[in-house]
């Protein structure tokens, strides 16, 4: 898997760029390290025999794939700056972003995780290839920043919602501990 870039994720809003990038799990601001892998669930046989409708049988099949990036800065403060001009992104951008046919962007409760978290939801517009929303969380942990940018690629309407995977997120953060 190659990893994108800011470079790979500008938009035509610049305010947006950080909600971009932390979408796509692209390291923002300029980190001095960073590591990404992609983490998808699996399928469980024991719902699927347990299904008693098409309806449950066809969410047993439904998966959720997020990408995760942890992101190393200088500081503590290099950190928290990249945090705050996230949440500025959030401020701005609520009316979507046309790059990539984001109709709205919503903040979200984020889980109380390291020193500090935002979370967000991406909703692509109706004629946007990628059919259903990205909810996004990144927590700052000292100088680290782990973004979790997560997805159902079964999602039939932009409208579709989904569980984020909040074990992912607090094994991650045991890590970091």
């Given at each position: 898997m190659e990893a994108l870039t800011q470079h790979d994720v500008r938009t035509a809003e610049e305010d947006c760029a950080p909600l971009s990038q932390a979408k796509f799990g692209v390291?923002?601001?300029?980190?001095?390290?960073?590591?990404?892998?992609?983490?998808?669930?699996?399928?469980?046989d024991e719902v699927i025999d347990a299904a008693g409708s098409a309806e449950e049988l066809e969410a047993a099949f439904v998966i959720t794939s997020t990408m995760?990036?942890?992101?190393?800065?200088d500081s503590p403060d290099q950190a928290r700056a990249v945090l705050k001009v996230l949440r500025s992104a959030l401020a701005s951008c609520e009316g979507g972003f046309s790059s990539f046919g984001v109709d709205k962007v919503s903040t979200d409760t984020a889980p109380e995780m390291g020193d500090e978290a935002v979370a967000f939801t991406v909703t692509p517009g109706q004629?946007?290839?990628?059919?259903?929303?990205?909810?996004t969380v990144v927590f700052r942990h000292g100088s680290i920043l782990?973004?979790?940018g997560s997805e159902e690629p079964g999602a039939t309407a932009p409208t579709d919602d989904f569980d984020f995977p909040i074990a992912l997120i607090e094994a991650q953060e045991a890590k970091l501990d």
């Open positions: 390291a923002m601001g300029d980190p001095v390290a960073t590591a990404q892998r992609r983490v998808s669930s699996e399928i469980d995760v990036t942890l992101a190393s800065y004629d946007d290839a990628q059919v259903g929303p990205t909810k782990a973004q979790f």
